[in-house]
């Protein structure tokens, strides 16, 4: 069994830039949902997709947008970065409708905007 | 709106011992599951235990069991025979039932083990 993978694991933006990153999700899994953790903090709830459609929002701007496949891996786009965008990125994913509660998470992705 | 809280930012426990991470929530719902997460400096969100509101029964996962109190909305994690590899950040979080519902998280406690 493949657990969710997320690249890249590091990169460096600059402020105003775009970035987009990708999770391939637990094989089986068809829900993906992104958050974000700042340092020393609780991860937050960007958005979340179930069978390609977004599901659920998370008080974040619309330059916060996403994407999931047909194989059900998702990307996370970030337009207009800003210094406050810096953050771990991690994706979940779940069989949505199986309603288990558990969510397996990605080692995430790390952004620095400077 | 659901909201979670962990007022201990920091806790230390000697090796061999039990340390209590507590946790409190706030829901109108009726329908929810609670969660342990442990997040060690590798990143990756390992789930611990997870607790069915409708069940009265305390989860317990070898080491890891949890003191479940509904009515206080209380959600405490307790760490028996503490090993250096449980130091970590660990997270309370919570979810509504039914499916495709997310995480609420929050903000972490860091567990330091004392050899």
């Known amino acids: 069994e493949t657990g969710v993978t997320q690249s890249p694991t590091h990169l460096i933006k600059t402020r105003g830039q775009q970035v987009t990153l990708r999770c391939s999700s637990q094989?089986?899994?068809?829900?993906v949902s992104w958050y974000q953790q700042a340092l020393g903090q609780g991860p937050q709830f960007i958005f979340q997709?179930?069978?390609?459609?977004?599901?659920g929002r998370g008080n974040f701007p619309p330059r916060f947008s996403g994407l999931q496949f047909p194989n059900y891996s998702s990307e996370l786009n970030v337009n207009a970065l800003e210094l406050d965008d810096s953050a771990l990125y991690l994706c979940a994913s779940s069989l949505g409708g199986a309603d288990t509660g558990e969510l397996f998470f990605g080692e995430g992705s790390r952004l620095t905007v400077l | 709106a659901q909201t979670v809280t962990q007022s201990q930012p920091e806790m230390s426990v000697q090796e061999a011992e039990t340390v209590t991470l507590s946790c409190t929530y706030d829901?109108?719902?009726?329908?929810?599951?609670l969660f342990w997460y442990k997040q060690p400096p590798s990143r990756q969100m390992i789930l611990v235990i997870r607790?069915?509101?409708?069940?009265?029964q305390n989860a317990t996962e070898n080491r890891f069991s949890v003191n479940f109190q509904k009515a206080a909305k209380s959600f405490s994690l307790k760490i028996s025979d503490s090993q250096l590899g449980d130091a970590a950040m660990y997270f309370c979080a919570y979810r509504r039932g039914g499916a495709n519902s997310k995480l609420t998280f929050g903000k972490g406690i860091t567990l330091s083990v004392r050899p």
């Open positions: 829901t109108s719902e009726s329908d929810y599951y």
């Open positions: 094989s089986g899994h068809n829900t």
């Open positions: 997709y179930y069978r390609e459609e977004e599901n």
């Open positions: 607790q069915e509101a409708y069940k009265q």
